[in-house]
């Protein structure tokens, strides 16, 4: 094939390649860098003494303050690995604020 016609053929596809990779590269999933583990919670069985265990992992370290449907609340200090645990705590229904986020608790049962 003689120089000028493969210009005239090939430069238009090219030209297409060169146009399609960003819009591809755009349209790909794009993932988080640094996607943060959601927070949970849980409350043990109740124990022979009547009372149960409430133990949370997926925070940020700092202050967080947990509220019991039972009247039981209070600051809690999240460890530096995100978890922590309150033992002997009253059963009821818990949820636990840091920051803006509410996470509630789960394995209570009436």
């Keep these: 094939m003689n120089r000028r016609i ?8 090219a030209a297409a390649s060169l146009v399609a990779a960003p819009a591809a590269l755009a349209a790909a999933p794009q993932s988080s860098p640094s996607a943060v583990p959601a927070a949970t919670c ?3 069985g109740v ?7 409430l133990s949370g992992g997926g925070f940020t370290p700092g202050p967080a303050y947990v509220y019991g449907s039972a009247g039981f609340g ?5 460890a530096q690995n995100g978890g922590f645990q309150i033992m002997n705590v009253p059963p009821a229904q818990y949820s636990v604020r840091q920051g803006g986020e509410l996470t509630q608790c ?3 049962t009436s």
């Design 6 to 13: 493969r210009l005239i053929v090939l430069g238009p596809l």
């Design 42 to 44: 849980s409350v043990s």
């Design 47 to 53: 124990l022979d003494n009547g009372k149960v265990h």
């Design 74 to 78: 209070g600051t809690v200090e999240i």
């Design 106 to 108: 789960s394995g209570f």
